[in-house]
Structure formats: structure tokens, C-alpha cells
């Protein structure tokens, strides 16, 4: 009997301790599992940076995100990238080599401040005409007074809307684009067939997005810089922390390069490929619709 009550109150201290342990370990696993990247499974709509989310959540967040960095946006863009994002952004425009004469009609989803349908509008030596989508009116408002700036309003409309309902016809572009916009939109798989529904026949996706870094040593340096760099320059340039951690941390989150091209080719695109820039750090998915 004594050896049976002085047993159970060390049983039960040792139980609950069990527990405690059990449950740290949980957390420790839960919070390990919210780093890791998603897989063709999807997770992004849960996902707001390392959070979860509940469903419908993400969306607003993001929305927020953009509406307090819209007027900082290009100035950190640089800042972020050290300039690197305008090398990439002319590759994919290279890649898509738009014709110079008429007729090219392209949509630029998540287009934000306007820098994708610039870069077109010029390559196409002003013949090209296209749409900046994104969900967001500040951004769009200052990819708007840009345009004007430029003198590419002839050229260019803006639309509010959902990457994930585009308010087009069927077979209506003859390209799309998307630049580090498509971690940010929950349902990517909608995105996605969204963007082959609105292609014609022959028509050409184009996803230019950071990615996972496929070169030892750099992935330190890069993790180093993001995690730590990021945020602070974020705080001392825009004043604000938060939307940058969220940005980082959705980069980690996004499918890995093969993930993501597997996720394009379900949506019924043909001959996706993929091209990595700067060791990986962003990648450049190509795809047709035939
Ligand atoms: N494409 C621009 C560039 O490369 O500079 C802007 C990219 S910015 C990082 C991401 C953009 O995605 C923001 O302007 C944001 O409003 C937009 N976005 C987020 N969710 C969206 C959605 N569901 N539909 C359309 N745009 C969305």
C-alpha cells in the first residue's frame, strides 16, 4: 500500500512531465513543419508566412501587407534584391521576346506598381498592349501614375480583381505574366487554371518567383540576409517590420522549383520548364498553352 500511494504521486509527476515534454516536442515539431515549404498538396491557402491561417484569412492579410508597403514598394524592391530584381524581371521579359508590331495583347497578374507591362510595353517598342491586374488599388494606383509617367496609358489598362476569377473571356491573351506575385494568392491552383483559361491556343505563361536557393553556401548567406536584413532594412526604411517578416517568410513557403512546374503542368499546361536565377534564389516557369 505505502509503496503503492508514494509510487502514484511520483508516477503522476513523472507522467506529467512525460506530457509536458511530449508537448514541447509537439510544438517544437509543429513549428518546424510551419517552415517547411508546401508541396504539390497545396498549404499555401493556409499559410500567412510561417502562421496558419484559417480559410478566407490569407487573402486579407496579404491585401494589408500591400496596402502598407504600396508607396515604398519599388524603393525596397531594390533594397531586398540589392537591384537583382530588375535583372531577373528583364530576363523573363527577354524570354517572352513580345513581338514589335501589333496586335500582342498580354496580361500581367499581380502586376502591382507596373513593372512586368513597362518592361513589355519597351520591348515591344510601344506595339504591345496589355492589362496590369492585382488585387490591391494601391499598388495599382501607383502603377497607374507610373504609366502616366512613362506615357504607356495608350498602351496599358489597370484592373482590380482576383488572380483567382479573372474577369476575362476565354482565350483572350496571348501571354500571361506573373512576378513574385503568386505565393501571395491563396489558391494557387486556381491561379493557375485561371491563367490557362484565359490564354489562347499557342498562348505562353510565364511565373517569375523566389525560390528555393540550389547552392550551397549561398542558402546560408541568403538566410542570413533575409531573415535578418530584410525585416531591419524594412523597419528603418518603410517604418514598419511585419509586412517584410511576411514576405520572407512566404518565400520559404512557396513550392520548391519541380513542385511548382508539376503544379503548372496539372492545370493543363504543355512543355513547362524552369530556369534558375542567382543560384535559385528566384526561378522563371515557363509554360504553353497548345
Ligand atoms: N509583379 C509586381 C512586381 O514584380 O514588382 C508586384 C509583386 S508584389 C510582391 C505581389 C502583388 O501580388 C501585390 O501587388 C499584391 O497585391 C498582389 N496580389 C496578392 N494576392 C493577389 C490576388 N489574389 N490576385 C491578384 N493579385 C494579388
Same mark, same amino acid.
Given at each position: 500500500?505505502?509503496?503503492?500511494?508514494?509510487?502514484? !504521486? @511520483?508516477?503522476?509527476?513523472?507522467?506529467?512531465?512525460? #506530457?509536458?515534454?511530449?508537448?514541447?516536442?509537439?510544438?517544437?515539431?509543429?513549428?518546424?513543419?510551419?517552415?517547411?515549404?508546401?508541396?504539390? $498538396?497545396?498549404?499555401?491557402?493556409?499559410?500567412?508566412?510561417?502562421?496558419?491561417?484559417?480559410?478566407?484569412?490569407?487573402?486579407?492579410?496579404?491585401? &494589408?501587407?500591400?496596402?502598407?508597403?504600396?508607396?515604398? =514598394? $519599388?524603393?525596397?524592391?531594390?533594397?531586398?534584391? #540589392?537591384?537583382?530584381? @530588375?535583372?531577373? +524581371?528583364?530576363?523573363?521579359? %527577354?524570354?517572352?521576346? !513580345?513581338?514589335?508590331?501589333?496586335?500582342?495583347?498580354?496580361?500581367?497578374?499581380?502586376?502591382?506598381?507596373?513593372? /512586368?507591362?513597362?518592361?513589355?510595353?519597351? #520591348?515591344? &517598342?510601344?506595339?504591345?498592349?496589355?492589362?496590369?491586374?492585382?488585387?490591391?488599388?494601391?499598388?495599382?494606383?501607383?502603377?497607374?501614375?507610373?504609366?502616366?509617367? +512613362?506615357?504607356?496609358?495608350?498602351?496599358?489598362?489597370?484592373?482590380?480583381?482576383?488572380?483567382?476569377?479573372?474577369?476575362?473571356?476565354?482565350?483572350?491573351? &496571348? %501571354? =500571361?505574366?506573373?512576378?513574385?506575385?503568386?505565393?501571395?494568392?491563396?489558391?494557387?491552383?486556381? #491561379?493557375?487554371?485561371?491563367?490557362?483559361?484565359?490564354?489562347?491556343?499557342?498562348?505562353?505563361?510565364?511565373?517569375?518567383?523566389?525560390?528555393?536557393?540550389?547552392? !550551397?553556401?549561398?542558402? +546560408?548567406? =541568403?538566410?542570413?540576409?533575409?531573415?535578418?536584413?530584410?525585416?531591419?532594412?524594412?523597419? %528603418?526604411?518603410?517604418?514598419?517590420?511585419?509586412? =517584410?517578416?511576411?514576405?520572407?517568410?512566404?518565400?520559404?513557403?512557396? !513550392? @520548391?522549383?519541380? &513542385?511548382?512546374?508539376?503544379? /503548372?503542368?496539372?492545370?493543363?499546361?504543355?512543355?513547362?520548364?524552369?530556369?534558375?536565377?542567382?543560384?535559385?534564389?528566384?526561378?522563371?516557369?515557363?509554360?504553353?498553352?497548345?
Amino acid at each position: 500500500m505505502v509503496k503503492a500511494e508514494h509510487a502514484r !504521486p @511520483r508516477t503522476g509527476t513523472l507522467d506529467w512531465r512525460a #506530457a509536458g515534454a511530449v508537448n514541447r516536442l509537439d510544438e517544437m515539431q509543429e513549428h518546424k513543419m510551419s517552415q517547411q515549404r508546401v508541396s504539390t $498538396d497545396g498549404g499555401m491557402q493556409t499559410s500567412y508566412g510561417f502562421r496558419t491561417v484559417g480559410d478566407g484569412e490569407k487573402q486579407v492579410l496579404v491585401n &494589408d501587407v500591400f496596402h502598407k508597403v504600396a508607396k515604398r =514598394y $519599388d524603393i525596397m524592391n531594390d533594397v531586398m534584391s #540589392a537591384g537583382m530584381h @530588375r535583372v531577373w +524581371k528583364d530576363a523573363l521579359v %527577354a524570354s517572352l521576346n !513580345p513581338p514589335r508590331r501589333p496586335g500582342f495583347r498580354f496580361l500581367d497578374v499581380a502586376g502591382g506598381t507596373g513593372d /512586368i507591362a513597362f518592361r513589355i510595353v519597351a #520591348a515591344s &517598342d510601344r506595339q504591345a498592349t496589355g492589362t496590369v491586374l492585382d488585387i490591391n488599388g494601391s499598388m495599382l494606383g501607383v502603377g497607374a501614375e507610373r504609366a502616366a509617367k +512613362k506615357g504607356y496609358t495608350e498602351n496599358l489598362d489597370f484592373v482590380e480583381a482576383n488572380a483567382e476569377e479573372l474577369p476575362f473571356d476565354d482565350n483572350t491573351f &496571348d %501571354a =500571361y505574366t506573373i512576378a513574385f506575385g503568386i505565393r501571395n494568392v491563396p489558391d494557387i491552383d486556381k #491561379a493557375l487554371s485561371e491563367a490557362f483559361r484565359v490564354l489562347r491556343r499557342g498562348g505562353r505563361f510565364l511565373c517569375l518567383e523566389f525560390s528555393e536557393v540550389e547552392m !550551397p553556401l549561398l542558402d +546560408k548567406v =541568403y538566410d542570413a540576409w533575409s531573415f535578418n536584413g530584410i525585416p531591419a532594412m524594412g523597419k %528603418a526604411i518603410a517604418g514598419e517590420a511585419e509586412p =517584410y517578416q511576411y514576405l520572407v517568410e512566404s518565400i520559404r513557403k512557396f !513550392p @520548391r522549383q519541380r &513542385d511548382f512546374a508539376a503544379m /503548372i503542368g496539372r492545370a493543363g499546361f504543355s512543355r513547362v520548364s524552369y530556369t534558375n536565377y542567382t543560384g535559385g534564389i528566384a526561378a522563371l516557369h515557363s509554360a504553353w498553352k497548345i
